[in-house]
């Protein structure tokens, strides 16, 4: 399994331009997440989605779009990037919500730059 | 709403010193509680977790040992290794309430030879 992957690595965009952040897993699991890192927040929730189109907002959702059309793919789009979006965006994903499913897998991370 | 409250890094030790991050929670319910780790420039990986009050997760030298009576999760290693820098992420997951984690805000490791 490639586990979760995460398209680009990294992406600087100008202010104004509009771009999608791919994620995709292979582990069959339901609930997947976008966060965002930023020094000293920690990792705040952006959208996720507890299965293919059923999607809900996060901690910070402002200026983001998800959309679910398979259990294997959440994409995130920003509509309008702003410097405020310059961060590390992360996806995760798990199987489900008991004990011994509720494990969350990570991206490696997009380190996007809004100038 | 639940919270989790991780000291303050960065966290400088020398190699084969002792570590303990503190971790405190606020929860209703029965959460389980979970430590990430985050090397550089890397996602998220689960180092341990705990389901039930008392329980112990362990995993290469990392212990923590869910404490309901103090809701805490504190994570101990008995000996470091420079290749225990990263940042450490404490969480819950409730079980009672919304199946969404909520993660502390991370505490950066540096452990020099």
């Known amino acids: 399994n490639a586990g979760v992957t995460q398209t680009p690595k990294f992406q600087v965009l100008k202010t104004g331009q509009s771009m999608t952040l791919q994620c995709a897993q292979d582990m069959n699991h339901e609930y997947m997440s976008w966060y965002r890192q930023d020094p000293g927040m920690g990792l705040r929730l952006i959208h996720y989605?507890?299965?293919?189109?059923?999607?809900d907002q996060g901690e910070v959702p402002s200026g983001y779009n998800v959309s679910r059309s398979t259990t294997e793919d959440f994409p995130l789009r920003l509509l309008s990037a702003a410097p405020s979006q310059t961060s590390v965006y992360f996806c995760?994903?798990?199987?489900?919500?008991?004990?011994?499913?509720?494990?969350?897998?990570f991206g490696p991370g997009t380190r996007l730059t809004v100038l | 709403g639940d919270s989790v409250t991780q000291m303050e890094g960065p966290v400088t030790l020398s190699e084969e010193a002792c570590l303990t991050i503190?971790?405190?929670?606020?929860?209703?319910?029965?959460?389980?509680l979970f430590w990430y780790v985050q090397y550089p420039g890397e996602g998220l990986q689960l180092l341990l977790k705990?389901?039930?009050?008392?329980d112990k997760g362990s995993y290469k030298g990392f212990e923590a040992t869910y404490r309901k009576e103090t809701t805490s999760f504190h994570l101990e290693k008995g000996s470091v290794q420079v290749s225990d820098s990263a940042v450490y992420f404490c969480?819950?997951?409730?079980?009672?309430?919304?199946?969404?984690?909520?993660f502390g805000r991370g505490t950066s490791l540096i452990v020099h030879p």
């Open positions: 503190n971790c405190t929670y606020t929860a209703t319910g029965y959460p389980s």
């Open positions: 705990a389901t039930k009050a008392d």
């Open positions: 989605s507890v299965g293919a189109g059923i999607t």
């Open positions: 969480a819950l997951r409730n079980t009672g309430g919304s199946y969404i984690p909520t």
């Open positions: 995760a994903s798990r199987m489900g919500t008991s004990g011994s499913t509720d494990t969350q897998y």
